[in-house]
């Protein structure tokens, strides 16, 4: 019997292929599968996952893209003789790589816009099933056109897409325990930490982490690792939130100015992939905080903190205790000063610190495994194609 053959176009946080062959001089010279090898185990969201269990049946052959690995799409293209323009070099790499690999699906966990997408699928007519992917409550169907099932970490989102017309899936986020093998031992060199983003656009903002990981910062104390924090990033999409009339984001960006101010002077820069995982293992705590919308808790960091054995303190959602226990298996609060007084009593109690963050680990690794959830998938819905 053939084995189905997916292709997976990804795409990285802006500013990550970079800082990722900056510290690998010479990598992007190296073969193409040789530079996707590494950079897929680096961890980063699904990393490898896909890959890795998918081909361990021997039913799947998985070709997996980093669509804004630039040196690695480039190399790519060198291998195989693709010609292409500057100004659309993504775009034709991605078409030329599915023409070659001929997939019978196509999961496109990138940021297309609905016209590439539609043009690339017309292109390639091997492919039968397109999955996109919403993990942020995006819920814009024209976005996501050219797709037959769309996959989120958010159970809401997922039946918003079956309503909407096509095959919502809803695929938690987890951890995948081969990670912890290329980790080091923790040092608990942190005595709380913030990994994160601080996005504030029209459909997704942390406005409220903002504030969060403010207050607790001069309450007890933080370190930060935030890529968004660097530059003029924020104040420019004030001035963008202006140009474009929406008013309501101009001001509530205005609010949380002296907040960025002062975190900026502390942010100790972006962590991604291992390195972020690294921190939040030589964290005693880390803290965890939902985009602004939605009353469920699922996302990635829940999975990171507790998989790598950190002690995770994380704001509370009516789910919460589907996922873990909380005050067992994780740490909630419903405000920040709630926030800052577990903060001090998770420091000022090492045993029980320790044991929650012992049970967390424990949970996570048994039931949040993220190769189980995407063989889940796979026998639900791929294996039935």
């Given at each position: 019997?053939?084995?189905?053959?997916?292709?997976?176009?990804?795409?990285?946080?802006?500013?990550?292929?970079?800082?990722?062959?900056?510290?690998?001089?010479?990598?992007?010279?190296?073969?193409?599968?040789?530079?996707?090898?590494?950079?897929?185990?680096?961890?980063?969201?699904?990393?490898?996952?896909?890959?890795?269990?998918?081909?361990?049946?021997?039913?799947?052959?998985?070709m997996d893209v980093v669509f804004n690995a630039e040196l690695a799409q480039r190399q790519w293209a060198r291998e195989h003789g693709v010609r292409y323009s500057e100004?659309?070099?993504?775009?034709?790499?991605?078409?030329?790589?599915?023409?070659?690999?001929?997939?019978?699906?196509?999961?496109?966990?990138?940021?297309?816009?609905a016209q590439q997408r539609l043009r690339l699928r017309r292109a390639c007519p091997s492919i039968r099933y397109v999955i996109g992917y919403d993990g942020i409550r995006?819920?814009?169907?024209?976005?996501?056109?050219?797709?037959?099932?769309?996959?989120?970490?958010?159970?809401?989102?997922?039946?918003?897409?079956?309503?909407?017309?096509?095959?919502?899936?809803?695929?938690?986020?987890?951890?995948?325990?081969?990670?912890?093998?290329?980790?080091?031992?923790?040092?608990?060199?942190?005595?709380?930490?913030?990994?994160g983003s601080m996005v504030i656009q029209r459909n997704v903002s942390h406005f409220e982490r903002l504030r969060l990981v403010d207050r607790l910062q001069r309450a007890?104390?933080?370190?930060?690792?935030?890529?968004?924090?660097?530059?003029?990033?924020?104040?420019?999409?004030?001035?963008?939130?202006?140009?474009?009339?929406?008013?309501?984001?101009?001001?509530?960006?205005?609010?949380?100015?002296?907040?960025?101010?002062?975190?900026?002077?502390?942010?100790?820069?972006?962590?991604?992939?291992?390195?972020?995982?690294?921190?939040?293992?030589?964290?005693?705590?880390?803290?965890?905080?939902?985009?602004?919308?939605?009353?469920?808790?699922?996302?990635?960091?829940?999975?990171?903190?507790?998989?790598?054995?950190?002690?995770?303190?994380?704001?509370?959602?009516?789910?919460?205790?589907?996922?873990?226990?909380?005050?067992?298996?994780?740490?909630?609060?419903?405000?920040?000063?709630?926030?800052?007084?577990?903060?001090?009593?998770?420091?000022?109690?090492?045993?029980?610190?320790?044991?929650?963050?012992?049970?967390?680990?424990?949970?996570?690794?048994?039931?949040?495994?993220?190769?189980?959830?995407?063989?889940?998938?796979?026998?639900?819905?791929?294996?039935?194609?």
């Open positions: 019997m053939s084995r189905i053959r997916l292709l997976k176009s990804s795409q990285a946080y802006s500013g990550y292929p970079e800082l990722f062959y900056a510290d690998r001089p010479g990598l992007g010279e190296r073969p193409f599968s040789e530079q996707m090898q590494i950079f897929l185990a680096d961890g980063f969201f699904f990393g490898d996952a896909w890959k890795f269990y998918l081909e361990a049946g021997g039913r799947y052959e998985v100004e659309n070099w993504s775009e034709a790499i991605l078409a030329a790589q599915l023409a070659d690999f001929k997939p019978d699906i196509w999961f496109c966990n990138a940021w297309l816009t995006n819920h814009d169907p024209e976005c996501l056109a050219g797709c037959d099932a769309v996959l989120s970490c958010v159970r809401e989102s997922a039946a918003f897409y079956t309503r909407a017309g096509f095959r919502g899936y809803w695929i938690p986020w987890g951890f995948d325990p081969r990670l912890l093998a290329r980790l080091k031992p923790s040092q608990e060199r942190y005595l709380i930490s913030f990994c007890v104390g933080i370190d930060v690792f935030c890529a968004d924090l660097s530059g003029r990033k924020i104040e420019r999409l004030l001035l963008s939130h202006l140009y474009r009339r929406r008013l309501d984001l101009a001001w509530r960006t205005v609010q949380i100015c002296p907040a960025v101010r002062r975190l900026r002077r502390i942010n100790c820069g972006e962590r991604f992939g291992l390195a972020m995982l690294q921190t939040l293992a030589d964290s005693k705590v880390t803290l965890n905080i939902h985009i602004d919308i939605g009353k469920t808790a699922g996302n990635i960091r829940l999975f990171e903190a507790t998989g790598v054995g950190t002690c995770l303190l994380t704001d509370w959602k009516e789910n919460l205790p589907d996922i873990f226990e909380p005050d067992r298996e994780v740490v909630a609060f419903c405000s920040a000063e709630e926030c800052a007084e577990k903060a001090r009593y998770l420091l000022d109690h090492e045993e029980a610190r320790r044991a929650i963050a012992a049970a967390g680990q424990k949970r996570c690794l048994r039931d949040h495994n993220i190769g189980h959830h995407i063989l889940k998938f796979a026998d639900e819905v791929l294996n039935k194609l």
